[in-house]
């Protein structure tokens, strides 16, 4: 079984400025890593995955993830964020030798609130 | 092409009553999820089907809770009587056998228990 933390539940930044949202996991296997983003009043959509290779992974709307094994880490990034950044972010996990299909375990979430 | 779709958008009930929630997947997705979301709160997996596999039912929080998919199309989330506790945001995803990890949502069905 996996679990995600992730620690804060909200991270207010100005905008320009860079932010660092954190998830750490637990697991008893290998796993792949997720970001989940959810715009106000939408679903979720990925933002970005780790699978293998390189552990700094990019996304889209230039946002990066670094997973960290020793640290059990993935944490989110971004140098610059910008008002539509504001939404709510879920890490998740997935373990490798899941039986089948792609059921992932979520965090509770980190609100990023963008302000001018 | 069409992306997942949920119905009703809202739906308010008073407790005691049943309520049904749809969700239509992504054609040629072979897996459907669906997940309730409180307010402040994650994801909460709630069942998950695969294909023709015996449904993975193990986060629905009590016998109230049921659901069923036709084949690999449709699916229903019933709740039988309601509870306050019930309202939260009820979302779906379906994916691919082909892309790992990689869930398509759809917008969630909010359900209010008066």
């Known amino acids: 079984a996996q679990s995600v933390t992730q620690l804060d539940s909200q991270v207010p930044v100005f905008e320009e400025a860079p932010v660092e949202l954190r998830c750490n996991y637990s697991s008893s296997v290998s796993v792949y890593l997720f970001w989940y983003v959810q715009y106000p009043n939408q679903g979720l959509q990925l933002l970005l995955k780790y699978l293998s290779g390189s552990t700094l992974v990019k996304g889209i709307n230039g946002f990066e993830a670094e997973f960290n094994k020793s640290q059990t880490s993935f944490h989110l990034r971004k140098p610059s964020v910008h008002i539509s950044d504001t939404a709510e972010y879920f890490c998740?996990?997935?373990?490798?030798?899941?039986?089948?299909?792609?059921?992932?375990?979520f965090g509770t979430g980190t609100q990023l609130k963008v302000e001018l | 092409g069409a992306g997942v779709s949920q119905s009703p958008s809202n739906k308010v009930t008073e407790k005691g009553k049943d309520v049904e929630l749809r969700c239509d997947p992504i054609s040629g997705h072979t897996a459907l999820y669906w997940y309730r979301q409180r307010l402040g709160q994650g994801l909460e997996f709630l069942i998950y089907?695969?294909?023709?596999?015996?449904?993975?039912k193990s986060g629905l929080p009590s016998d109230r809770f049921s659901a069923e998919r036709t084949g690999e199309s449709v699916s229903t989330l019933t709740i039988q009587r309601t509870q306050q506790e019930d309202s939260a945001v009820y979302l779906c995803?379906?994916?691919?056998?082909?892309?790992?990890?990689?869930?398509?949502f759809g917008p969630g069905t909010r359900l209010t228990v008066t």
């Open positions: 998740a996990v997935r373990g490798r030798l899941t039986g089948g299909g792609n059921k992932l375990t």
């Open positions: 089907f695969q294909g023709n596999s015996a449904p993975d």
């Open positions: 995803a379906s994916s691919s056998t082909g892309q790992v990890g990689e869930q398509y």
